[in-house]
């Protein structure tokens, strides 16, 4: 793939006319920005608001994991009564599957601020068209259109999954 990297004053660099927002980059942005469809899609604005939006979505989760883990450890294992051990090993074991979770959420968000670097974030893998802010607002994670997302989930109840 022949590409034509750009690298503006900014320090951001436009690759074949998308932009990248290297993470050495900071952007400051105005108090309350919101990211607008009256703008550039995905301009330098646009990903350092989902930058943003994405570091603090995986620094709340790996305290919140964190937090998890320590309570698994402070919680004392001598337990009186049957009744009450099986309580607290329902507890752990849903204490576990949420810290799973936020291990695989955080490994979406990883990959979305990669994507950010190489100018590949806010386009559908599928179809490289716009998945679109309001989306991506919602859910800073999407990779796909709301197309090509209703696709998927219509092939996987097509093949029983």
Same mark, same amino acid.
């Given at each position: 793939?022949? +590409? +034509?990297?750009?690298?503006?004053?900014?320090?951001? $660099?436009?690759?074949?006319?998308?932009?990248?927002?290297? $993470?050495?980059?900071?952007?400051?942005?105005?108090?309350?920005?919101?990211? +607008?469809?009256? #703008? #550039?899609?995905?301009?330098?604005?646009?990903?350092?608001?989902?930058?943003?939006?994405? *570091? &603090?979505?995986?620094?709340?989760?790996? &305290?919140? %994991?964190?937090?998890?883990?320590?309570?698994?450890?402070?919680?004392?294992?001598?337990?009186?009564?049957?009744?009450?051990?099986?309580? *607290?090993?329902? #507890?752990? %074991?849903? @204490?576990?599957?949420? *810290?799973?979770?936020?291990?695989?959420?955080? %490994?979406?968000?990883?990959?979305?601020?990669?994507?950010?670097? @190489?100018? *590949?974030?806010?386009?559908? #893998?599928? $179809?490289?068209?716009?998945?679109?802010? &309001?989306?991506?607002?919602?859910?800073?994670?999407? $990779?796909?259109?709301?197309?090509?997302?209703?696709?998927?989930?219509?092939?996987?109840?097509?093949?029983?999954?």
């Amino acid at each position: 793939m022949n +590409s +034509s990297a750009t690298t503006l004053d900014n320090g951001v $660099t436009r690759e074949d006319g998308r932009y990248a927002l290297p $993470t050495t980059v900071n952007i400051d942005l105005p108090k309350g920005y919101r990211p +607008s469809n009256d #703008e #550039e899609y995905m301009n330098p604005r646009h990903l350092a608001y989902f930058r943003n939006k994405l *570091r &603090e979505w995986r620094e709340q989760l790996v &305290e919140e %994991s964190r937090q998890t883990m320590e309570n698994l450890r402070d919680e004392v294992r001598d337990v009186g009564d049957e009744a009450e051990r099986a309580t *607290r090993e329902t #507890e752990n %074991s849903l @204490e576990l599957r949420t *810290r799973d979770r936020y291990r695989k959420l955080i %490994s979406k968000i990883d990959k979305a601020l990669r994507r950010i670097e @190489e100018g *590949r974030y806010g386009y559908c #893998e599928e $179809t490289d068209e716009e998945i679109g802010l &309001e989306r991506l607002d919602a859910r800073p994670i999407a $990779t796909l259109s709301l197309d090509a997302q209703e696709r998927r989930e219509h092939l996987q109840k097509q093949m029983g999954d």
